[in-house]
């Protein structure tokens, strides 16, 4: 019997009535093995990913209808999403991941709709679109920071659901990830950060500052994730002190993901036995 | 004593003398253990070139005037290109690798200057640029077919190599393969893709198309690589028919592109003391 499953990922999903509050940070729900066993049920999993990864790239390259999957990472500072890019989707085909980071916009971006610049970062048919911090920001910062009219940030909420919807019809599967740590998990990162002359880049004053919002940004994600938890594109919060767990939960999800697709190796649009008789004689 | 060093792979430098022909697409120079302990020395220097993948990262991060690696990719079809890119970049942190390749050109791209839509994918600084074909293709198909005039393509091997040593002056390292493979390698690899559903999509009937026109290509190579191996860009034709091989020698030549730098971990911008007391009071 396996430790973990995508049935057990999906348990972690956002429902209406969703209380951030409940979920406990340094939790490892479902996971049935030992902690110690977590990276060996993190490669099981691997090669199926891989070869799903690969199928959906294959088809990408023969139609433009092909769909694409959608990551979006979310979480307080030091919450692991750089993690998991680099453990989670540095396992397949790097020429198959669209990655994309959000940073504070730049003044081109803030004279237009705060999905602009999302747009165009979309994910390409047939590849796995990464989204480091997303068009989320817009309904977080801005709500615990007041860089919005509150009656803005109400609008974004259901403009949120409307473009993902307008995504996953057009053939997008979104898996939404909030990471969520504890602020003491977050203190030791900062900690380290701080302690090592090679994590000393890592380290931004203004994070100190926002964890000063701590309890602000809670109530942030809460609300933005009730709002925004759909049928069509529904929000996970992972529990993120044991990175580890984490990035296995994501996995799960990703895989799910793909195997929902219901992908196959595309037909060949040439005359198999031809080719082979016109390369026998080349 | 290692079986392989950076110095080991350098000697693939091409010089003004080069004789295409002269390398063996099977031989592994320089290599000096046992074939199938390839797999093992590859991994042995994974860390250090992870490592100072990430020292390149984040020195970017805090300054726009670090440099990059570009490495250009090019080979015949089926050379192993996707490949490199897959088990070599695939090893360090996605979010550090800047990957564009370069098929037919649009319409908006033909209408400007050859190298417009390459400038446009440089690498951003602190990270690796992978180009998968490059400018090379407009003085190789081109030259093969005819699809610019002789006097066109006679300018673009001036204009190549200015180009990169623009790019050498701005910091930027350039490190230049031709991953060389025989015809008969070629032939494998297009029947693998004839043979196995699950390959379909890698085959292209212009594939052979192209096989046709082999001691063309070969030609076209020649002389581009001797026109275009300078000083401050080397070009380093790799024998491609044992893969493991060609990919180690692409890691080491990125491993001494990077340590040619002389990377060191960025001073923080702050003090680290006055953090560590507000963090400990946050």
């Keep these: 019997m396996a430790n973990f499953?995508?049935?057990?990922?999906?348990?972690?999903?956002v429902g209406a009535d969703f209380v951030l509050s409940d979920v406990d940070p340094g939790s490892t729900p479902n996971f049935k093995g030992d902690r110690d066993k977590l990276r060996k049920e993190f490669s099981e999993i691997d090669e199926e990913l891989s070869e799903l990864q690969e199928m959906l790239y294959a088809n990408g390259r023969v139609s433009a209808d092909t769909g694409a999957v959608l990551l979006v990472l979310q979480g307080m500072d030091t919450a692991g999403k750089g993690g998991v890019v680099r453990h989670v989707l540095g396992l397949v085909d790097p020429q198959g991941v669209d990655l994309a980071s959000f940073g504070k916009p730049t003044e081109e971006e803030l004279a237009h709709d705060f999905l602009w610049r999302i747009r165009k970062k979309l994910?390409?048919?047939g590849r796995i679109g990464v989204f480091d911090r997303s068009?989320?920001?817009?309904?977080?910062?801005?709500?615990?920071?007041?860089?919005s009219y509150a009656d803005e940030i109400e609008r974004r909420y259901g403009a949120i659901v409307d473009f993902e919807r307008e995504l996953v019809e057009s053939g997008v599967r979104i898996v939404k990830v909030m990471l969520h740590i504890s602020p003491e998990f977050q203190r030791e990162n900062l900690e380290e950060r701080l302690d090592r002359a090679?994590?000393?880049w890592k380290y931004n004053p203004g994070d100190v500052t926002e964890r000063g919002y701590w309890a602000e940004y809670q109530e942030a994600y809460?609300?933005?994730?009730?709002?925004?938890?759909?049928e069509h594109a529904p929000w996970y919060c992972v529990p993120g002190d044991d990175k580890p767990?984490?990035?296995?939960?994501?996995?799960?999800?990703l895989l799910d993901a793909l195997r929902s697709m219901d992908l196959d190796w595309p037909e060949p649009d040439f005359d198999v036995d031809?080719?082979?008789?016109?390369?026998a004689e080349s």
């Design 274 to 279: 031809a080719e082979k008789r016109r390369l």
């Design 123 to 125: 994910p390409r048919p």
């Design 5 to 13: 499953s995508t049935s057990d990922a999906k348990e972690l999903r």
């Design 222 to 230: 809460e609300i933005a994730l009730r709002r925004t938890s759909t």
């Design 135 to 147: 068009h989320y920001e817009d309904v977080l910062i801005h709500r615990v920071h007041g860089l």
């Design 245 to 253: 767990y984490a990035r296995m939960v994501v996995k799960y999800l």
């Design 198 to 200: 090679d994590k000393h």
